[in-house]
């Protein structure tokens, strides 16, 4: 879908998902389906039919194809509280409520397995059923709060286990001689028992309002206020009907079924505090998903199990590849009533719980990414994904339609009563569809194809709709590929420029909230990025609200010494682009003479890649004889928001550092490469004045009061002086006098740029204060006296001022001359952000080694320069880790960064990548000075 923005129908609209369209129709009902008296409970499918279980005990069988019942599959006494379709074993789960799960074909659509949980019927309900095909295990999760699990071996489906776990019975009805149907279930001394006074022992029959048949007459009946699938009386008159004929389907009279028993091994008590109600697979394997297969989930070393339960709470469970034991790994605490669905794609857990709240955790770093409320005081009972597209399925009958970008996209009546149930399934798959899924997540897109989501609810209807996957953007990379301005080199330029047109394709704008989760998106790409090019990656929280680090290391070859350490700090968010005065689409990494155009293509996803592709080209030949640490925050472009804290909360993972290297500027010139060795530090700070009345209007009003913004203007005059110097005392005490050294650096520079040095010093080694803004309350005509006046200030401070005291003189400053102004309005001074300057060593080991690698590669000496601008993280990440920085910018004066047609150089971007390679070779073979830091502190530890 284009944007209505966009300059052109041609360029795709950059979010990761479609934009919210409040006129978009609802997916098209294609059929609807009746169970007659039977409220659909659970769904399946397979590649030709429906599977659907309702309070009887039946699990119908429709033909996908004419939409015919096919069959009937009998064998429970409870309500089918869960379907579970193996594909890789063409079967089909059901847990019911009479504490047992049965194992069908789906070829035969006859019964092959029964499965008792470990304690039988004291297990309760049997709520949730999840099949991992890569542990040939199914999880389930029971009324008793209890988790387990029942592992297939080879000797199960030979039929020759122990039998301690396995034997056979006879599962015809009417061979015991009982008109009730033999099974494992035996009376539950809580859920089947009378009233203590009657003083009768527990009976299967007894009719008492237990959890189980207390939901079968009213299944809209809340407990507690927990909305539970409603499951049937236990009593002879609910039960299937054992006279006449089986129909298709049916058990066999004379068949043996193989009867399995969870060992008391494979239990974990107490799982939940609740009932577990709910559970997933990481990564996804339900059909719908983009998540990658298994078998080509390379970075994945565990499978992960997710339940949900009614304690408010989400669970995730470590698998081991050899060992189908969960092992808790993380309690995400929901805190919106019982957790009633789950459902995972790639690293997002989305939790439905109770009065519509959907909550939405990150897998990584286990942060909370947002609450969407889809209804208020409306339950979410089921949720079903098709790519990146989520259906909400809610109690009142509604079914939502929520984005990748957490839009709301589609909403419609889809059935009269409470939607219980749902699942997204092919409705056509030709044989030439393959099953995988693209590598770079992108899943291809096929005609003939045809997706349906089918809703069950208690109105007795399954509905199947036609529904769209998410378009997918085009790759940028296809139209690099054929530029005839560029000349491809080796393989590893090729997939720096690919991977960088992937990069740049994802809005990663921190400061902007309706990019928010484009920023973890772009986290969680550059992740498996530095894994694919062989680095040991993980995403590290920051906060709540701010976006995550991203944690890679490139460890070098083994050594009798310890290898150098060299972290390398970048950012992957980005400065807004509006289409507005682009030649092209902005999050479009797009060639054109000898140049790459796209947001943060020099600032600084360009410059990422290059280091990182480097670094993995090293690698690739054994020549990488240090660890590089590639730490990459999503904040920068917004004040670097949790960077500090976080760095400090996880420095034992970052490990010691040698050095630090940064490339996050320009050069000077287009021609001559140039190294950076300093920085201006910043001070910002917002001033407001107001009054305790209204806006006024100046007619009536004005003369009589002191208005705030004539106090503004003559307050903001106190801070400079008639030759626009700072007039804060003692401002200037501490600026480092310019040597004579530095006066030839600048002449020399002045001649290169044609820029009179006297603005170079100005703007690289002089302090200054702007005035950035003043903003006034009320309706801003030109009759209006405001009530409020607000200014925002800025001072950029250079060595050697301290930048506490600079910070405190600005306050203190504004305070006093505000009092001598005798005025009756009130003054409120905040400082809301700082950074310190920043000034490199320019004689040591670390700076000549870097400087001899640019000499080396572009054939002359780098220019020395420094920076007007500020770039906080560079002296904290010094003085947190005892070390000197490095900057070596890659990008050319006229790269436009922050602004519209951002580029880089191809050459320089090539060249750059080798600048990094020979700098790593050289600091690898040389025996330069190591950090005072601990040098047996552990590195990443994933």
């Not at 530029?483 to 921190?510: Q, R």
């Not at 080991?845 to 080396?856: D, G, M, N, Y």
């Amino acid at each position: 879908m284009v944007a209505s923005s966009s300059p052109s129908p041609t360029i795709p609209h950059p979010s990761l998902s479609r934009p919210f369209d409040s006129a978009e129709r609802p997916p098209r009902l294609f059929h609807s389906l009746r169970q007659e008296r039977n409220s659909v409970l659970s769904l399946a499918a397979d590649s030709s039919h429906l599977f659907s279980g309702g309070p009887t005990g039946d699990i119908s069988v429709w033909d996908k194809d004419t939409l015919k019942l096919k069959a009937t599959l009998r064998g429970h006494t409870g309500s089918i509280l869960a379907l579970e379709y193996a594909a890789d074993k063409e079967w089909l789960f059901s847990a019911s409520g009479d504490s047992t799960i049965r194992v069908w074909s789906t070829r035969t659509l006859s019964p092959l397995y029964l499965i008792n949980p470990h304690g039988e019927n004291d297990a309760g309900d049997l709520f949730s059923l999840v099949w991992c095909p890569v542990l040939q295990t199914v999880y389930f999760g029971c009324q008793d709060t209890s988790l387990q699990w029942f592992t297939f071996p080879s000797a199960v489906h030979s039929q020759a286990t122990s039998p301690s776990s396995v034997h056979f019975v006879n599962d015809d009805p009417t061979s015991s001689g009982r008109s009730t149907p033999t099974s494992s279930r035996r009376a539950h001394k809580f859920f089947d028992s009378y009233p203590q006074y009657t003083r009768r022992p527990a009976d299967l029959f007894a009719r008492n309002p237990t959890c189980s048949n207390f939901h079968a007459s009213q299944s809209n009946v809340h407990t507690h206020g927990v909305s539970l699938p409603p499951t049937p009386p236990s009593s002879s008159s609910s039960l299937p009907s054992t006279s006449g004929s089986p129909p298709r389907g049916d058990p066999s009279p004379h068949r043996p079924l193989v009867v399995l028993q969870v060992e008391p091994s494979n239990v974990i008590y107490s799982a939940h505090y609740g009932y577990i109600y709910c559970m997933a697979l990481v990564p996804s394997v339900r059909e719908g998903s983009d998540d990658p297969p298994f078998d080509r989930a390379s970075e994945r070393r565990d499978l992960q199990l997710v339940t949900g339960s009614g304690d408010e709470s989400v669970k995730l469970w470590q698998l081991a590849p050899a060992n189908p034991t969960p092992i808790l790994l993380h309690t995400f605490e929901c805190c919106m009533g019982a957790v009633l669905a789950v459902v995972v794609r790639g690293e997002t857990i989305y939790a439905g719980c109770q009065d519509g709240h959907l909550k939405v955790w990150d897998l990584e770093t286990r942060t909370l990414v947002r609450v969407l409320i889809t209804s208020e005081n409306v339950d979410i009972l089921s949720l079903s994904m098709l790519k990146s597209d989520l259906y909400v399925c809610l109690a009142n009958g509604e079914v939502q339609r929520w984005s990748a970008q957490f839009e709301h996209t589609a909403s419609w009546k889809a059935h009269d009563g409470i939607v219980l149930t749902s699942i997204v399934t092919r409705l056509c798959t030709p044989a030439t569809v393959d099953e995988g899924i693209l590598l770079d997540g992108d899943a291809p897109e096929h005609d003939g194809v045809k997706f349906a989501l089918v809703t069950g609810a208690n109105d007795d209807q399954m509905k199947i709709w036609e529904v769209d996957p998410p378009k997918a953007r085009k790759s940028a990379h296809l139209s690099l590929l054929t530029d005839p301005d560029m000349e491809w080199g080796d393989s590893g330029n090729e997939t720096m420029v690919y991977a960088l047109s992937k990069f740049v394709s994802i809005p990663s704008v921190s400061n902007s909230p309706a990019h928010r989760e484009d920023c973890r998106q772009a986290a969680i790409w550059l992740r498996k990025c530095f894994t694919q090019l062989g680095a040991e990656a993980c995403l590290l929280p920051t906060g709540e609200t701010t976006n995550p680090l991203v944690l890679g290391n490139f460890r070098g070859n083994q050594t009798k010494r310890r290898r150098p350490r060299i972290l390398f700090y970048g950012h992957y968010d980005v400065i807004a682009a509006s289409h507005h005065g682009w030649y092209s689409d902005p999050f479009t990494l797009t060639g054109r003479n000898g140049y790459l155009y796209g947001r943060g293509a020099t600032d600084n996803k360009g410059p990422v890649m290059a280091v990182a592709c480097a670094a993995a080209e090293l690698l690739g030949r054994r020549a990488l004889d240090l660890d590089l640490v590639m730490l990459i925050e999503g904040e920068e472009e917004a004040g670097s928001g949790g960077f500090v804290e976080a760095v400090k909360r996880n420095k034992n993972a970052i490990g010691p550092v040698d050095a630090i290297l940064v490339s996050n500027s320009t050069w000077i010139a287009e021609d001559t490469p140039c190294i950076t060795y300093g920085l201006r530090g910043v001070v910002h700070c917002n001033v407001q004045i107001s009054s305790e009345g209204p806006d006024r209007h100046s007619g009536v009003d004005g003369g009589v009061t002191v208005e705030p913004m004539l106090d503004m203007l003559k307050l903001l005059g106190t801070l400079t002086d008639g030759q626009n110097m700072v007039s804060i005392p003692g401002f200037y005490d501490s600026v480092l006098p310019c040597t004579d050294q530095e006066k030839g650096v600048y002449a020399v520079l002045a001649n290169i740029t044609k820029t009179p040095a006297a603005h170079l010093s100005s703007r690289w080694r002089e302090p200054s204060l702007t005035v950035h803004n003043v903003e006034v309350s009320g309706p801003r005509n030109s009759t209006v006296i405001p009530a409020t006046v607000k200014a925002h200030v800025s001072v950029r401070i250079v060595p050697d001022q301290d930048l506490e005291t600079i910070a405190n003189s600005l306050r203190e400053h504004l305070t006093a001359a505000f009092v001598t102004m005798q005025s009756p309005n009130k003054l409120k001074v905040s400082i809301d952000h700082t950074a310190d300057w920043w000034l490199g060593d320019l004689d040591g080991p670390w700076f000549h080694a870097l400087e001899t690698a640019v000499q080396a590669e572009w054939g002359v000496e780098p220019l020395r320069i420094r920076e007007g601008g500020s770039i906080p993280s560079v002296p904290y990440l010094e003085k947190e880790f005892s070390c000197h920085a490095l900057h070596l910018p890659l990008g050319q004066s006229s790269d436009e960064a922050h602004l519209p047609n951002e580029r880089i150089s191809l050459s320089n971007l090539r060249r750059g990548k080798q600048v990094v390679e020979r700098f790593l070779l050289n600091v690898g073979k040389s025996d330069l000075p190591r950090s005072p830091t601990d040098p047996d502190l552990p590195g990443l530890n994933f």
